[in-house]
């Protein structure tokens, strides 16, 4: 069994779109390990992308994810990382698989509804982010 770990973005909450999104990760046999809302400030969102420092869209990226709460998720099965990115589908909306959920619930490629760790070592620095061991069930 593998965790990763999943943000559902401001834009999808304000949307009314959160319950739409957990529906299907519990349909494709993801277990939640983990789920809080939060409202990330600034200076969290920046931490969190921080890996993105120095690309341009860096400002609009952390102005937006500190824009409304999200919800923050460690998700687990096999092969998650890749599983969640499966589903999620490719950054740009515009360019994401029919049935996907940024395909579904993202605006643009900056407001694209899901976030998903990329490699095993980033979802053991996401997860620690936000989550400790006793949070983890
Ligand atoms: P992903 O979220 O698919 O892993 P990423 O790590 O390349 O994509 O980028 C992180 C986030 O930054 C992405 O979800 C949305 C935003 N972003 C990426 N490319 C962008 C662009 N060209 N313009 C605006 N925002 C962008
Ligand atoms: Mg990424």
């Excluded at 999104?21 to 809080?36: A, H, Q």
């Excluded at 860096?58 to 460690?74: K, N, Q, R």
Aim: some cysteine; hydrophobic content about 40%.
């Amino acid at each position: 069994m593998e965790r990763t770990f999943a943000i559902i973005k401001p834009n999808a909450l304000a949307d009314g779109n959160a319950g739409k999104i957990i529906s299907r990760i519990y349909e494709e046999g993801f277990t939640i390990v983990g789920l809080k809302k939060l409202y990330l400030s600034k200076i969290e969102a920046e931490g969190f992308y921080h890996v993105h420092r120095e690309r341009p869209f860096f400002d609009e990226l952390t102005d937006f994810m500190a824009s409304g709460p999200c919800i923050v998720m460690v998700l687990q099965a096999d092969n998650a990382i890749t599983r969640w990115r499966e589903l999620m589908g490719a950054t740009d909306p515009a360019e994401a698989a029919e049935g996907t959920l940024r395909r579904e619930f993202g605006k643009s490629v900056g407001v694209n509804a899901t976030h998903g760790s990329d490699a095993p070592e980033t979802a053991a620095f996401e997860i620690g982010y936000f989550f400790s061991g006793l949070e983890l069930l």
